[in-house]
């Protein structure tokens, strides 16, 4: 017998009256004196179907909820703080308050922090809806991961960490040329070591470069941070997914950067490690296979 199962949203409504349907189209069509074992066959797929489809009708609507719940933060956040520090300053230059110009440099800093958290939020948008939609065109070349793309990302976290006190270093044993996309090797990086520095309150993040036992590139990025649980570590890939939720999380951020790693990996026919523990550190590391 199956379970009672309620419906509260109008599309799953729909969705489980066409099944219905198909199920008493599909008892009318058979004779149940003369083959019942037919029609509990066609029966109990349909049962399976109906239940299937319930179970994808939750999982959307709860991804929907994940996601507006997260841009919403993502967004109304600093946006909030780009508004206030503007009104502020109007009214200091209106009443003359303005006795230096580290007052000006202070807000202006902070306005330039929240845009560019506005302007990442809608890049991982833009990013995760081509890579879910196919419109995603790698451009594959030869690419010298120490001056195309590691030794760039490095400077621009490098003030992040310094600010931070943080010891962030990076380590070539190797020289590494990979053949590749440029653009989504960067975002690898961008996002593993933007993770790293926001997660990490003290001690280090190092990068280190070397050859993996097969001689294939591997790059791993390692922290002395908060670490992440046994349990988040198997939906970690998840799009929107954070192992807080809530307003009340004490990191910002979309839930979107791990997920495009994931994708991003693929593309590249790259493998993606994590080892981590929580209150530990986490360990990510990037494998280069090669492309055919």
Known sequence: MLNRIYINDVDEKNLFEEVANDIAYALHKFDL?????????????????LIKAKDDAVKANKLKSEFLAQMSHEIRSPLNIILNYTNFIKIELDEGNFDTSSDLKGSFESIEIAGNRIIRTINMILNISELQTGSYEPVYKNINLKQDILDPVFRQYKVNAISKNIDFSIHYDILPTVYGDEYSIGQIFSNL????????????????????????????????????????????????????????????????????VKRYCTINNAEIDIRSEKAKGSSFQITFNGLE
Do not use: C, H, W
Not at 33 to 49: F, G, S, T
Not at 197 to 213: A, D, L, M, Q, W
Not at 229 to 241: A, C, H, M, N, R
């Open 193 to 260: 070591i933007d993770n790293a520095i926001k997660y990490t309150n003290k001690g280090f993040v190092k990068i280190r470069v070397f050859s993996s036992p097969d001689k294939s590139v591997a790059i791993r990025v390692e922290d002395s941070g908060i670490g992440i649980s046994q349990e988040y570590l198997e939906k970690i890939f998840e799009p929107f997914s954070q192992e807080e939720q809530g307003y009340s999380r004490s990191y910002d951020g979309n839930g979107l950067g791990l997920a495009l």
């Open 33 to 49: 004196q003369n083959d019942k074992q037919i029609a509990e066959i066609r029966l109990k797929k349909m049962v399976q179907e």
